[in-house]
Nanobody, 120 residues
């Protein structure tokens, strides 16, 4: 059974830090690109950061560059999102996605999300 389970969300003050985890099971995690998205109330889902498979190449949306770091541990089938210097506007549900493209097919898995609330 394929599963992606996010954890690590919570309530944090502005300027604080959280580390999100995305634990995978039921598929070959190391073959999949991992991407973090977020969705705030009333807003569309937006890309946050992604990490590739073998070379671990990363990419970030501009508004988290320098504050967030995505990483993965293929031996543990887990990806992480370290979030520092959190801002009010970072409040959202954070979702983990695993994707593998083998043309013409795409395998796409999603977690249920973890809530991050930045509030004083």
């Amino acid at each position: 059974q394929v599963q992606l389970v996010e954890s690590g969300g919570g309530l944090v003050q502005p300027g604080g830090s959280l580390r999100l985890s995305c634990a995978a099971s039921g598929f070959m995690f190391y073959r999949y690109d991992i991407t973090w998205y977020r969705q705030a109330p009333g807003k569309e889902r937006e890309f946050v950061a992604t990490i590739g498979t073998t070379d671990g190449s990363t990419n970030y949306v501009d508004f988290v560059k320098g504050r967030f770091t995505i990483s993965r541990d293929n031996a543990q089938n887990t990806a992480y999102l370290q979030m520092n210097s959190l801002k009010f506007e970072d409040t959202a549900v954070y979702l983990c996605n695993a994707r593998r493209i083998q043309f013409p097919s795409v395998s796409d898995y999603w977690g249920q999300g973890t809530q991050v609330t930045v509030s004083s």
